[in-house]
């Protein structure tokens, strides 16, 4: 199987060109930046601004991220994502900089191949791979159970630190990964990681929760970005080809939504609470109460192959025809909203 890396701004940009694009069964996007949201009538399918404007659609896809306060309306009690002793600090380099450096240009000496570094007693791992046409080389260093990375500023969930601080970690690999500092900035972002305690539904009304405002999880199996990708295809797959949706239409097949996701995605939160090469299969118990009848995974291998070869679009079109005897279904006009704020009611009494 091959697996393949992107960088994020990259797949953004590419994600907003699609968006725009005219084709001829779907008009394009319109894209409303920086538009507060005060709150969301998930029944009647209203999204109300905090410059006094609303707009309504058949279906309200919240997808603003771990502070979401989406996830409230949909449960209907206050559950913010938990902050972790787990951080993420992203260093881009450029390629041709890795090249010039006689200690770590071995990380740039084949295109393509990443890099998996442990370090010695754990506590931290480094993940490297190429991006952006080959131009940069990315490296996430992951640190868990411990905070000694020096941190200047925390808001939230994004933090600084410095590269002399950076140097040090690096160097507790390898010195000579250390010397990768040389081509950094002096102060650089530092991300702590927030996780959701998994649930059994996503959606309420005419709203559906996606991506980490629905299920963030630790980055221990890369699944993150990954399952925010599935949830997209899930709906898209759904909803596809529809011209005409009843609230009742809209209702069940959110609860199929529902039926297909939230057991896989508990799973994997749950698995993703261990790194990769420390798994000792001791979460199975958790997981065998949420898929009962699933034959779990072994072994890293068998993990991986569960969480890389599985077909959300095939999934979908078979609990489709199940359900309605025709996997290409019939009517909706499906209205998308992506926010960057959402609030429940609750929040601006």
């Not at 279906?59 to 209907?76: E, N, P, R, T, Y």
């Not at 002793?85 to 295109?111: C, G, H, Q, Y």
């Not at 081509?183 to 305690?197: A, C």
């Not at 995605?265 to 990769?276: G, N, R, Y």
Request: with cysteine; glycine share 6%.
């Amino acid at each position: 199987m091959q697996i393949y890396a992107f960088f994020r701004p990259d797949l953004q940009q590419e994600l907003r060109y699609l968006a725009g694009q005219v084709d001829s069964t779907e008009q394009p996007c319109r894209l409303v930046e920086f538009a507060a949201v005060s709150r969301i009538d998930p029944e009647k399918g209203i999204v109300y601004f905090e410059d006094g404007s609303q707009d309504a659609g058949d279906l309200i896809i919240a997808a603003d991220g771990v502070h979401s306060k989406a996830m409230d309306l949909v449960l209907g009690m206050a559950c913010p994502a938990k902050p972790r002793d787990t951080t993420a600090i992203r260093i881009v380099v450029p390629v041709a900089k890795l090249k010039e450096n006689p200690f770590a240009r071995i990380m740039a000496s084949v295109p393509g191949r990443s890099t998996f570094s442990v370090r010695s007693g754990g506590g931290a791992y480094l993940l490297g791979y190429w991006c952006h046409g080959f131009e940069y080389f990315n490296l996430v260093l992951y640190r868990y159970g411990v905070e000694d990375v020096p941190v200047i500023a925390m808001d939230k969930m994004r933090g600084e630190t410095t590269r002399e601080d950076v140097k040090v970690a690096m160097d507790q690999f390898h010195p000579d990964l250390g010397t990768v500092c040389e081509h950094l900035l002096d102060v650089l972002p530092l991300w702590r990681l927030h996780t959701r305690d998994p649930v059994s539904r996503y959606t309420r009304g005419r709203l559906v929760v996606i991506g980490d405002a629905a299920h963030a999880m630790l980055s221990h199996l890369g699944q993150g970005a990954n399952n925010a990708i599935f949830d997209a295809a899930a709906l898209g797959t759904l909803f596809a080809g529809m011209t005409a949706m009843s609230a009742e239409e809209i209702s069940w097949r959110l609860r199929l939504y529902d039926e297909i996701r939230a057991p896989r995605i508990s799973a994997t939160q749950i698995w993703s609470e261990i790194p990769m090469f420390a798994q000792d299969w001791l979460k199975n118990e958790e997981v065998r109460k949420i898929l009962p009848e699933t034959e779990l995974p072994q072994n890293l291998e068998d993990l991986l192959k569960w969480l890389r070869e599985y077909d959300i679009v095939q999934d979908c079109r078979e609990r489709l025809q199940e359900q309605t005897g025709n996997p290409d279904h019939t009517s909706v006009h499906l209205v998308r909203w992506v926010g960057e704020s959402v609030a429940s009611d609750e929040t601006h009494k």
